[in-house]
């Protein structure tokens, strides 16, 4: 538990069997509010968890007052459901959020032809085309996971006690909730002690490219020149004085993009081909993480003005300048 001032924080933390370590939400108790801060995956693990942490601390699911979600990934909404179908509280998420919450259709449509347009013209052939036919899937597309209640954009600056950051890079709606009086940061997945975060690739209302890379790092940025304690991550550990790692991430990604370069000089000049020499046989099994990263890097160094592209026959090809 951490209390400081009149702000207290009940993580609730349940182990992971991946890299992630563990996914982390967060009790939030300020002033006569219970405010929920993301809420895990939808498993039994996460909702125990949920109840266990309540018990403890003498609260019932009935005491929280308002959920509050940092990004529309599976494992930071994954709980909303169940809890807003036993006890009716508003949710909060950034507008962008808020279309794939509900699964909303157009949206569904736009992003696949967004992808099935951008694997193509970066070379990805037959391989892409399968990502896209599994795009289609319910299963990928989570009818089953759709939010059934309404969702409030959050649209303030401030909102219940926080300072609200647009944080995206990770995703294009992620936000932080900042408690300035304490210092800390509920920073969903911004920052995570044991990884750097993904740049996911993602398109904007409009079907535009986000520049996810280029945002991260400014995300980053933002972060750092808060004068931030303690940054409550969506997974693995509570990080202290979080300046040094923030800097460190900033740095992995600019030692990165020389490496890119380096690819480029050397004559691959495709997203897909980059993909290959680097990632092998890991290309088509992690396609869309990998492809995410691939193309966040040359959107960057492009926007830095250290790489061109020209378009050959539909597809990309990346030069030097
Ligand atoms: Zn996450």
Redesign the pocket.
């Known amino acids: 538990m951490f209390k400081q001032n009149n702000m207290e924080v009940f993580p609730i933390i349940v182990p992971a069997s991946n890299k ?1 370590k563990s ?1 982390n939400f967060f009790l939030v108790k300020h002033g006569n509010s219970l405010t929920l801060i993301d809420t895990g995956l939808n498993t039994d693990d996460c909702w125990n968890s949920l109840q266990k942490t309540l018990k403890n601390h003498d609260f019932t699911l009935t005491d929280i007052t308002r959920i509050l979600l940092t ?1 529309h ?1 599976l ?2 909404i994954g709980l909303v459901n169940r809890i807003v179908s036993t006890h009716s509280i508003p949710v909060y998420a950034h507008p962008y959020a808020i279309l794939v919450l509900k699964r909303d259709k157009e949206y569904t449509k736009m992003r696949i032809e967004f992808f099935r347009k951008l694997y193509k013209e970066m070379g990805c052939g037959e391989i892409g085309d399968k990502q896209v036919v599994n795009l289609r899937n319910p299963i990928i597309l989570g009818e089953d996971k759709k939010i059934h209640c309404e969702i409030q954009e959050i649209t303030n600056n401030q909102l219940f006690g926080f300072d609200i950051l647009e944080i995206p890079g ?1 995703a294009p709606d992620q936000v932080a909730f900042y408690g300035k009086e304490c210092k800390w940061l509920f920073a ?2 911004l920052l ?1 002690e044991n990884i750097p975060s993904n740049a996911f690739i993602e398109p904007d209302y409009d079907g535009i490219r986000t520049k996810s890379l280029v945002q991260q790092k400014q995300s980053l940025e933002k972060c750092s020149s808060l004068n931030v304690e303690l940054v409550f991550s ?2 693995g550990m509570i990080i202290e004085n979080p300046v040094d790692l923030l800097k460190e991430r900033i740095k992995e990604i600019d030692e990165k993009a020389n490496k890119y370069i380096s690819i480029i000089k050397s004559g691959i000049s495709t997203a897909s081909g980059i993909a290959q020499l680097l990632y092998k046989e890991k290309y088509e099994k992690q396609f869309f993480n990998i492809m995410s990263e691939i193309i966040g890097y040359l959107d960057y160094l492009e926007l830095q003005g250290e790489i061109n592209k020209e378009m050959e026959k539909g597809i990309w090809h990346y030069y030097c300048n």
Do not use: E, V
């Open positions: 992630l996914y990004h990934h494992d930071h990770h969903g997945d995570i969506g997974h």
